[in-house]
């Protein structure tokens, strides 16, 4: 095997990017049935009125890839879907305020619906050209500019607001100050789109069978990365997770349209979580996968899955090494990818069902060979690394913690069990029982067992 094709597969497992449609592996079996169209896409066919809601999840866990089949799954049923990474080009994720959301959300919107008379939106932003012109240091008028000239600057103000500190607090200074009018812009906006999506979608559909053209049920709009801001707090204040989700709800879910927003899943694991019920249709969390059972034993469905997240990205840079691992999955050899099934079944049960994780391990495993197959003692060495990584992420009166959540299964709700849920040291999994009950459970990361501090910890409550 040539080293191009060495690097191919490792890229392929890089752990900071959404999974590709062919790399899909559907785990709802292993996560408690959780799947995203029944849990959050089915609010949003039903319903009658705009729905808001909330998702989240440990970064990680395939929530991007979770959301991206959601807008398919919807757009296959006559919704139009605008669904974008909020961090790519319109916030800082370190310094977010709610009016930061609401200007992106306002730029994806007036560029994905290009209405040409009468635009709302555009009419709002003439009626203040002169102030916001000031700040984007532009001379020409606004009637001057073309259609998507004029779209462009909803743009170039989120771009500001991500990338010019100095400028950022003024932008947000006359957006707080024209929340309530803009707010109007944006709803009118909206009326104008559906109507304008309805009738597009009758133009097509008069072209199409009634099978192939579902009539138009509706605009959503998804932004995702929202989960990337980081909790900012002053003594005497509120956070800054407070203040955009629960102290300006009402704006986050004044539009008039579906919408779901997500959310850090610091704010799941808080005081704060709570309070969503009467600001939020619905708060969902994607779960993580199980690998064991809370026996202990392995989980065999889940270990299975992530052989087959596995096999189908190898297998889209090397068919022939996708064949070897759907034929020898649950068989013997499964050269020349892994030495052993042991060896791949070690590196799967280590990250704990989390996808991110799994990522990381195989990279690592990777990067400590030359060639394939990746042997059991590269893939000690990868385990090794990351539980490094996890260990020092560990208070030393934490151990104890996790010692009882291992011994029980069950964590408290209190700041230190929560604070362990935020940086993955606890997982939290799901499952329904014999009797349909859902039941939720906690264990420590797996990579964390054989650190000699958990083994003492451990030692001390067991008889």
């Known amino acids: ?97 709610y009016a930061d959301i609401l200007m992106a959300c306002t730029r994806h919107l007036v560029e994905a619906v290009k209405i040409e008379k009468h635009n709302p939106l555009l009419e709002w932003m003439q009626e203040r050209w002169e102030s916001f ?18 779209i462009s600057q909803f743009s170039k103000i989120t771009a500001t607001i991500k990338a010019v500190p100095d400028k950022r607090r003024e932008i947000r200074q006359k957006i707080n100050a024209n929340t309530p009018s803009l707010v109007e812009a944006l709803n009118d906006f909206i009326v104008k789109a559906e109507e304008y999506l309805s009738k597009k979608s009758q133009g ?46 009402e704006m986050l879910r004044s539009l008039k349209c579906h919408i779901i927003y997500t959310v850090p899943i610091d704010v799941v694991y808080s005081d704060l979580a709570t309070n969503f019920d009467t600001s939020y249709h619905n708060l969902e ?42 034929e020898k ?30 990522m990381k391990l195989i990279q690592g495993a990777i990067e400590n060979v030359d060639q394939l197959p990746i042997t059991a003692k590269a893939a000690k060495r990868a385990i090794d690394g990351f539980r490094e990584t996890y260990r020092k992420a560990i208070q030393e009166h934490h151990w104890e913690i996790l010692a009882q959540a291992n011994h029980c299964k069950d964590k408290k709700d209190d700041k230190e069990h929560l604070r362990l849920l935020r940086n993955r040291s606890l997982l939290e999994y799901r499952y329904y029982d014999d009797d349909d009950n859902l039941q939720i459970w906690c264990d420590v990361h797996p990579l964390i067992e054989a650190t000699p501090k958990f083994q003492s910890a451990i030692s001390q409550i067991q008889p």
């Open 1 to 97: 095997m040539s080293r191009d094709t060495l690097a191919d597969i490792y890229n392929s497992f890089n752990p900071f990017e959404t999974a590709s449609k062919e790399a899909y592996v559907d785990c709802r079996e292993v996560r408690g049935n959780w799947e995203v169209y029944q849990e959050l896409g089915k609010k949003i066919v039903l319903s009658d009125k705009p729905t808001c809601q909330l998702c989240s999840g440990h970064r990680g866990t395939g929530k991007s890839t979770e959301l991206l089949r959601l807008k398919e799954n919807l757009e296959n049923r006559g919704f139009f879907v605008i669904y974008f990474a909020v961090d790519d080009q319109d916030i800082e994720p370190e310094d977010v305020e």
């Open 133 to 150: 012109k000031d700040l984007m240091m532009m001379e020409l008028s606004f009637e001057g500019l073309s259609l998507e000239q004029q």
């Open 204 to 249: 097509k559909s008069s072209k199409k069978t009634p099978s192939q053209a579902p009539e138009y049920q509706g605009l959503v709009v998804i932004v995702d990365n929202l989960d990337r801001i980081v909790e900012v707090a002053e003594e005497g204040k509120p956070n800054n997770y407070q203040e955009i989700y629960l102290n300006r709800s």
């Open 285 to 326: 969390v994607v779960p993580m996968m199980m690998v064991r059972n809370p026996d202990g034993t392995i989980n065999e469905a889940g270990l299975k899955k992530l052989r087959q997240l596995i096999s189908q990205r190898v297998g889209l840079v090397e068919p022939a090494l996708e064949k070897v691992l759907d």
């Open 329 to 358: 999955i649950d068989g013997l050899d499964i050269t020349p990818m892994f030495d052993s099934p042991e060896t791949l079944n070690q590196l799967c049960l280590m990250s704990g069902g989390h996808m991110r994780d799994l």
